[in-house]
């Protein structure tokens, strides 16, 4: 069975730093992107980074320069390191494996989801 299980979410002042970490298990995860969501309150869950199969990653526009995402596919770990952050970054982070190699914006195309952590940003 496959289980995503998020860690690092926090209370931190704005312009601080966060680490997220993910730990997945179950099935082999070097073939599938992963990446991260998030979900604000009273919003629409909403992609933030997500790296590929091939290393290459691709970030939101409102965490560019910021969030930076990383992985170890030896050990199954999924990382995201928030830097700057703002307010706006206030939500619950999910972990994500998508159905393929590439990934994409889309929720949808999410086989597995971790059950969250939340990040509060106090401005």
């Known amino acids: 069975q496959v289980q995503l299980v998020e860690s690092g979410g926090g209370l931190v002042q704005a312009g601080g730093s966060l680490r997220l970490s993910c730990a997945a298990s179950g099935r082999t995860f070097s073939n599938y992107a992963m990446g991260w969501f998030r979900q604000a309150p009273g919003q629409e869950r909403e992609f933030v980074a997500r790296?590929?199969?091939?290393?290459?990653?691709f970030y939101a526009d409102s965490v560019k320069g910021r969030f930076t995402i990383s992985g170890d596919n030896a050990k199954n770990l999924l990382y995201m390191q928030m830097n700057s952050l703002k307010a706006e970054d206030t939500a619950v982070y999910y972990c994500?494996?998508?159905?393929?190699?590439?990934?994409?914006?889309?929720?949808?195309?999410?086989?597995?989801w971790g059950q969250g952590t939340q990040v509060t940003v106090s401005s």
């Open positions: 790296i590929t199969r091939y290393g290459t990653n």
């Open positions: 994500a494996v998508y159905r393929d190699t590439f990934g994409s914006t889309f929720y949808g195309s999410v086989d597995y």
